[in-house]
């Protein structure tokens, strides 16, 4: 049974936690304070952007929106989404992976620990895909998936309301090799409406990037390491966090 990557409503409504206006004030905070262009950037990427969530947020901020996912049924509804706002975006269905844009991007984002990559080979030829996407002097920042906690177990639930249907969504996420940090995260999402229950559940496999050997790999490639920010505020660097206490971390990467 597909998961609930499949199911974009359903995703939205589980995922409906966001101040996404909140979080765009810190990107463009960021771009304020990092960014090396001498004009405002007016196109942005989101790497798996799944249903889109920021898309409206840019629109109305100016941007040209571009979102990336390799879910069919996300990109659709992407699309689907920014014709009914007249939205004028691109979306392409792609693995994070490898790919190529139809022209650059001068801002880039990927939210909610997104970074679905199963080596450090495979870190590397996304961020060569994402330096090929970028102009120069343009910010990353990538909203968690770097694991500061250090290769433990983690699992949290919750479940959110919309009209008459009640989303319950799970995420486990285990560790299942050592020395290869491989982790096994698993989504489990009940969905209950008038016409009654589904029940959907996801396996991925992915490899967790510890805080120095993601500066160490960063070296291999045309970004430089800005700096990490917790709960989307510059006033929180990650350095100055106790162990243990961290929310939504944000690394903050700028194409050279
Ligand atoms: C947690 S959702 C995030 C969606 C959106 N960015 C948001 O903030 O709500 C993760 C998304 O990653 C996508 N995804 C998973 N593996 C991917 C890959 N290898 N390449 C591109 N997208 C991928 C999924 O289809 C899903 O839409």
């Not at 799944?50 to 629109?59: I, N």
């Not at 996300?74 to 689907?80: G, R």
């Not at 330096?131 to 959110?160: H, K, N, R, V």
Request: glycine share 6%; aromatic share 12%.
């Amino acid at each position: 049974m597909a998961g609930l990557y499949a199911h974009p409503d359903y995703y939205e409504i589980a995922f409906d936690f966001r101040d996404v206006a909140a979080e765009v004030d810190f990107f463009e905070a960021c771009i304020d304070r990092f960014g090396e262009r001498s004009n405002r950037p007016d196109s942005v990427l989101e790497i798996a952007c799944g249903p889109s969530p920021y898309l409206l947020e840019f629109d109305a901020r100016g941007y040209e929106f571009t979102g990336l996912d390799n879910s069919s049924e996300m990109i659709s509804h992407s699309i689907e989404k920014a014709r009914e706002h007249d939205i004028e975006a691109t979306f392409l269905r792609r693995d994070m992976a490898d790919f190529v844009l139809p022209s650059d991007v001068d801002f880039a984002f990927c939210a909610l620990g997104s970074l679905y990559l199963d080596s450090n080979e495979a870190l590397l030829s996304h961020l060569d895909s994402m330096a090929d996407a970028m102009t120069p002097g343009s910010l990353y920042c990538i909203d968690g998936s770097i694991d500061f906690a250090g290769g433990t177990s983690s699992q949290s639930e919750w479940e959110t309301t919309r009209g008459d249907t009640t989303v319950r969504f799970g995420i486990e996420q285990e560790p299942i090799h050592t020395t290869e940090q491989l982790v096994r995260q698993t989504l489990t999402t009940r969905v209950e409406t008038p016409e009654g229950t589904r029940h959907f559940r996801e396996e991925y496999v992915r490899k967790t990037f510890a805080p120095q050997e993601f500066r160490m790999l960063l070296e291999r490639t045309e970004f430089d390491h800005v700096g990490w920010f917790d709960s989307f505020d510059l006033s929180t660097p990650v350095e100055d966090c106790e162990p243990g206490t961290l929310h939504r971390p944000v690394t903050v990467l700028r194409r050279r």
